[in-house]
């Protein structure tokens, strides 16, 4: 891509009750937007400003030929499927504007293959020195009784990780369905847990619900630097929101590159 002549937009789903949801997606296009790989790198939300259709003006300079649209958001679903392509007025993965300005929505970054390795990193990171045939991983997401896109996510990068066959169990837990999380001690034997929400931002999820379903009397942003919580006769090492690692820049720009070599192929 010409650095001159691309954009990026990378959207949120914010929130206007936790100023930390945006926090991360913030990051990320501020690092991206000093790798000077686009000419514009900008934000916009659903729940927050700016919104996503003030951001169907944000790339007027007429130097700029195509914009790629990014959701930050672990799975696919009603906000990447409905929502975004209605705000933004897109037609498809690629959306002509009557300027002659190329759109080219992209897949989610939670669908690049390499969030599996960052869940892995995150996951030794947190838990140093400590054997992995020893330890269980579990990924945590939201869960519901209705269709949750995030939960299959969750579960496939679970499958993903057993076969690697690092650990001594890995599992899906979930806040609001069976297997719950607030069960964690149930679901394996292994004196070592580490447990990553598989979620894009911290917020009251991952600082105080989740902890409070491990049994973590404290809560706060500071318990992820007491690692680790003697709970149940465990040690439980609890690590932050997945979207949270500053190497989903990466996935960001990547996924421009595979939606880009997809709308040129041939």
């Keep these: 891509m010409n650095p001159s002549s691309s954009a990026l937009l990378i959207i949120g789903h914010g929130s206007t009750v936790n100023p930390d949801s945006s926090v991360p997606t913030r990051r990320h296009a501020a690092e991206i937007q000093n790798r000077n790989l686009f000419a514009d790198v900008r934000c916009a939300f659903w729940k927050e400003e700016p919104s996503l259709r003030d951001a169907r003006f944000f790339f007027a300079d007429r130097t700029i030929r195509e914009v790629f649209v990014v959701p930050n958001f672990i799975s696919e679903g009603y906000f990447t499927q409905t929502v975004i392509p209605r705000e933004l007025e897109l037609k498809?993965?690629?959306?002509t504007r009557a300027n002659g300005q190329t759109w080219i929505y992209c897949e989610p970054v939670g669908n690049n293959p390499i969030v599996t390795k960052l869940l892995l990193t995150r996951?030794?990171?947190?838990?140093p020195g400590i054997e992995p045939t020893e330890t269980a991983l579990l990924i945590v997401a939201h869960g519901t009784e209705l269709n949750d896109n995030s939960a299959i996510a969750a579960k496939r990068e679970a499958e993903r990780i057993r076969a690697r066959g690092e650990f001594a169990s890995v599992g899906n837990a979930y806040?609001?369905?069976?297997?719950l999380i607030a069960n964690w001690d149930?679901?394996?034997n292994a004196p070592n847990v580490i447990v990553v929400p598989f979620f894009i931002a911290d917020g009251l999820h991952s600082y105080e619900d989740i902890p409070k379903l491990l049994g973590i009397e404290r809560t706060g942003p500071e318990i992820f630097r007491e690692n680790?919580?003697?709970i149940r006769g465990r040690s439980l090492y609890y690590a932050k929101a997945i979207g949270t690692d500053p190497r989903f820049a990466d996935i960001i720009v990547e996924q421009t590159l595979n939606a880009r070599n997809l709308t040129h192929a041939g």
Excluded: C, D, N, Y
């Design 92 to 95: 498809g993965p690629v959306t």
């Design 123 to 127: 996951a030794h990171e947190i838990a």
């Design 175 to 179: 806040m609001e369905e069976p297997p």
């Design 186 to 188: 149930q679901l394996t």
């Design 228 to 230: 680790p919580h003697q």
